[in-house]
């Protein structure tokens, strides 16, 4: 069975076991006995081993292989191949326990229903991916009827590919929803930094890693304006970009490559005006609002080049307030106790 254009490997996988009117899990086990697949995230590659006896056993190239892995994507945005790591950046999480998975997959449901032969893309396991180019609607992250996770391996030799196998709803069912213009453009900048091998900030231009460097730092900058409604830097970033003043916390406090689709849509809105606007905009919001080497940082040690020249011009502390505060245990925030009840939903994968 061959590739489609653009097509992920594991549920290439699946649609080839289906094909063959057999489990996903059958086929796996049958190409590589002994071999747990179902608790690894196969799209970030496979070993040699396994990649030979699949070329073997298919008659498809390698090279084919590895297109429809993440492999090219994560090499060309600076992502370090390590199987250990529990997540890429810029890569969505399976969050796999067994079988069962708590998200990481999108679709776009136009697409599929008109697929010759449904099938899901590379491009749908893409973090900055929240719309379809083509159709210009909203992907989704769930079923849309039983809100479960997207788990084609999960499907038996008697489903469709797009089926959802929790609730047996067919995916190309769902309700269209319009993409945002501003989320659907900066989709279209970041795929094609990637594809041209630089980006700009401002009007400076950066390499491909650079770039994604450089909107993820912006991204944990966003994400902790929203956490901290007061903070200065949040002051200073409404300043360039009045919507920050209307982000909100994701409701679970996730890592990015967790989040559902459309909190990840509306920080990287955010984070598109932001490189647009370039630095010396950003350096003069900075010294306008008095923030700190610490307080840009948050933590982080090696920087984006242009913010480190920022940092390196500001002074690395806030003049020193009084400590004499008495510290107990105050009761938990609203905000902490949603993030715990989220994170429980999510564990039992209900979420949202
Ligand atoms: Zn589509
Ligand atoms: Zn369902």
New binding site residues.
């Given amino acids: 069975m061959n590739i489609e254009q653009d097509e992920l490997f594991s549920t290439w996988l699946v649609r080839a076991a289906l094909a063959q009117g057999t489990d996903p899990l059958v086929l796996a086990s049958h190409l590589w006995p002994g071999w747990r697949v179902c608790t690894i995230d196969l799209d970030r590659g496979v070993s040699e081993e396994c990649a030979t006896r699949l070329v073997q056993e298919s008659g498809i190239q390698y090279d084919e292989f590895y297109s429809a892995s993440f492999l090219p994507i994560a090499k060309a945005i600076g992502q370090e191949i390590r199987a250990d790591r529990a997540i890429w950046y810029w890569f969505l999480a399976l969050g796999s326990r067994n079988r069962k998975r708590h998200g990481g997959l999108q679709y ?1 449901s ?2 599929l229903a008109t697929d010759t032969r449904p099938y899901f893309r590379v491009q749908w396991r893409l973090a900055w991916h929240t719309c ?1 180019a ?2 210009k ?1 909203c992907l989704r992250d769930r079923c849309w009827y039983c809100h479960m996770p997207i788990e084609p391996n999960r499907l038996s030799a008697q489903d469709l590919m797009s089926t959802c196998p929790s609730c047996k709803r067919d995916l190309r069912d769902a309700v269209m929803v319009p993409a945002s213009a501003s989320s659907l453009e900066f989709q279209e900048y970041a795929d094609n930094v990637v594809i041209t091998n630089s980006g700009f900030y401002g009007a400076h231009q950066l390499k491909t890693t650079e770039w994604f460097f450089l909107a993820r730092y912006l991204l944990m900058l966003l994400r902790f304006t929203a956490r901290n409604q007061t903070s200065n830097v949040r002051k200073c970033l409404a300043s360039l970009l009045p919507s920050v003043s209307c982000l909100k916390p994701p409701i679970t406090g996730l890592g990015f490559e967790m989040l559902p689709t459309s909190e990840r849509a509306n920080f990287l809105e955010s984070v598109g005006v932001l490189i647009r606007t370039g630095p010396e905009h950003f350096r003069s919001a900075v010294l306008a609002h008095s923030l700190t080497g610490m307080s840009l940082r948050q933590g982080w040690q090696i920087l984006p080049q242009y913010i480190h020249d920022i940092v390196q011009e500001i002074p690395q502390l806030a003049r020193s307030r009084s400590t004499n505060i008495a510290v107990v245990s105050a009761p938990k925030s609203k905000q902490t106790v949603l993030y715990k009840w989220a994170r429980l939903q999510r564990k039992i994968r209900r979420f949202p």
């Fill in positions: 776009c136009h697409c379809c083509i159709h609607i």
